[in-house]
C-alpha cells in the first residue's frame, strides 16, 4: 500500500453528509456511531461527529490532489450545487491565487472546505 493520508472533517449527521457526498460519487466505505469513512476512487474522506457545528463558521478544511482536476470539477458540476459566493453547500469555478496551483473550492453542507487541484 502507498503512504497516504487523509482527511479528517466534521459532520452535523452522517446520513445527510452521506447523502451529499454520495451526489458527488462517494459510497460509504465504513461508518458507526462515531466515525465514517467515504470513498470515491483512490479519494478517501473520513467524518466524525459534530452536531453543534455552525457550518457558517467552520474553519476545517482539506486539500484534494488529483491527475484531472478538470475531470473532477466536471464531474462534480453535474450534482448542480450553486456557485455563488455566499451558499452553503457550493462549488466555485477555477481559480488561481498568486503562485499556487490552479484550484477550485467545494464548500461541503457542514461548511468545510475542499481545495481541489491538478498533482
Request: proline share 7%; aromatic share 12%.
Amino acid at each position: 500500500m502507498a503512504d497516504r493520508i487523509t482527511a479528517n472533517l466534521p459532520s452535523r449527521d452522517f446520513a445527510a453528509t452521506a447523502a451529499f457526498y454520495g451526489a458527488l460519487g462517494f459510497t460509504t466505505g465504513f461508518r458507526d456511531d462515531g466515525w465514517m469513512i467515504l470513498k470515491r476512487d483512490a479519494l478517501e474522506l473520513e467524518f466524525f461527529p459534530h452536531p453543534d457545528l455552525d457550518p457558517k463558521t467552520s474553519w476545517f478544511s482539506a486539500c484534494i490532489r488529483v491527475d484531472d482536476v478538470e475531470a473532477l470539477h466536471g464531474a462534480w458540476q453535474s450534482a448542480g450545487l450553486p456557485a455563488d459566493t455566499e451558499s452553503i453547500p457550493r462549488l466555485t469555478g477555477f481559480f488561481q491565487p498568486g503562485n499556487a496551483p490552479r484550484m477550485f473550492a467545494l464548500i461541503d453542507a457542514d461548511g468545510s472546505l475542499l481545495r481541489c487541484m491538478g498533482n
